[in-house]
């Protein structure tokens, strides 16, 4: 979890096209990890995973503060609170989730616990970061470029940045979420035997 924290930290400071950044291809898989952790150890230790990954996550979201880029902070706080609020969150309702469906198909509890838990992630860490009606989080952040109203991912309705952002982030999570159920399904057959 720790390397899935540090890895998307980093690779969030780079673009993909117009609308995503590198981040938006790993971080992800820190709810395969955290499914994998429930369907092998059970909800206990997922939620010890999650924990060290939100502490990992809030140092790297601190020192990324600290961290002087041309615009200012490479992160700013606005950016840390909403990335640490909607990682919690997100990954304790994933391990949740997960755990109330655990005895049904092998595929249900990864695909309902992570389709639910991006969809969480997605709506809190970019509302906070960047929704103008919450400016009040941190008020010395400037954040009026996500507000550019442009069309949705460049052919939809007028809506600002951040929601074409958004919206391009919750279609690569919920990808990956049916791409990450055929690892889920080997890892989890392989340490189930091993155990």
Same mark, same amino acid.
């Given at each position: 979890m720790a390397t899935i924290v540090v890895a998307s930290n980093?690779?969030?400071?780079?673009?993909?096209?117009?609308w995503?950044?590198?981040g938006a291809f790993t971080y992800p898989f820190a709810f395969?990890?955290?499914d994998v952790m429930n369907r092998v150890y059970g909800a206990a230790a997922a939620r010890r995973v999650v924990l060290v990954g939100f502490a990992v996550g809030l140092m790297c979201s601190l020192i990324g503060t600290q961290i002087m880029g041309e615009f200012g902070p490479l992160v700013t706080l606005r950016i840390a609170i909403g990335s640490g609020i909607a990682f919690l969150v997100a990954q304790m309702i994933d391990v949740s989730v997960f755990s109330a469906l655990r005895g049904g198909a092998w595929w249900r509890a990864p695909l309902a616990s992570t389709l639910i838990g991006s969809t969480i992630d /997605?709506? !809190?860490?970019?509302?906070?970061?960047?929704s103008g009606a919450l400016s009040f989080v941190h008020t010395a952040t400037d954040v009026s470029w996500a507000a550019e109203a442009l069309p949705i991912l460049g052919f939809g309705p007028v809506a600002p940045l951040w929601v074409s952002l958004a919206m391009a982030d919750w279609t690569v999570k919920l990808s990956l979420a049916l791409i990450a159920l055929v690892p889920f399904r080997v890892i989890t057959s392989r340490m189930? /035997?091993? !155990?």
């Open positions: 980093i690779l969030v400071q780079f673009l993909y096209g117009d995503l950044t590198w395969l990890i955290t /997605t709506a !809190l860490f970019f509302s906070i970061a960047f189930v /035997t091993n !155990l």
